[in-house]
């Protein structure tokens, strides 16, 4: 049976050796950093306040003129981007409106708040038309558009 010995230089670098196997895993668990296999960020959602207007306006023969409008008329939107439509009534009792190529619709009421989530997944302009007043005989047409780019 042989016998197993070491000198001191042999036990030195051994020792010296399992010191820096032990250092370098610390230092490494320090620097490891975990990788999310899913991260789910938090959408973003653009809010857009649109509000329901009125010009009026009156004719030499003493005529009331009156057209409905959205405000802003014309609103921009990014492809696939979430937003939050928060409608105002200001003017006009009530607006029954639709978002034409979609299937968002609504009621705007006069001194209410109307709030949509829409998000806009192919290009193009989306007329915001407000169904109580969309032809001249209604005080209208009341069209906005929704650019989509």
């Not at 306006?57 to 405000?71: C, M, N, P, S």
């Not at 409608?87 to 968002?104: A, C, L, N, Q, R």
């Not at 705007?108 to 032809?135: Q, S, W």
Request: charged share 30%.
């Amino acid at each position: 049976m042989g016998f197993f010995s070491i000198n001191g230089k042999v036990f030195r670098k051994v020792l010296l050796a399992g010191l820096f196997v032990i250092a370098a895993a610390v230092w490494y668990s320090f620097q490891a950093k975990t990788i999310p296999v899913f991260q789910a960020e938090e959408e973003q959602i653009r809010e857009i306040t649109i509000v329901t207007n009125e010009i009026a306006a009156e004719t030499e023969d003493g005529k009331k003129l009156e057209v409905y409008r959205w405000d802003p008329g014309t609103i921009y939107v990014r492809k696939g981007e979430k937003v939050r439509l928060r409608f105002f009534g200001i003017k006009g009792e009530e607006h029954s409106f639709m978002i034409e190529g979609t299937d968002v619709q609504g009621t705007i009421k006069k001194g209410k708040e109307t709030v949509i989530t829409a998000r806009f997944d192919k290009k193009g302009i989306y007329p915001l038309i407000c169904i109580t007043h969309h032809d001249h005989e209604r005080q209208g047409p009341m069209v906005a558009y929704i650019v989509v780019d």
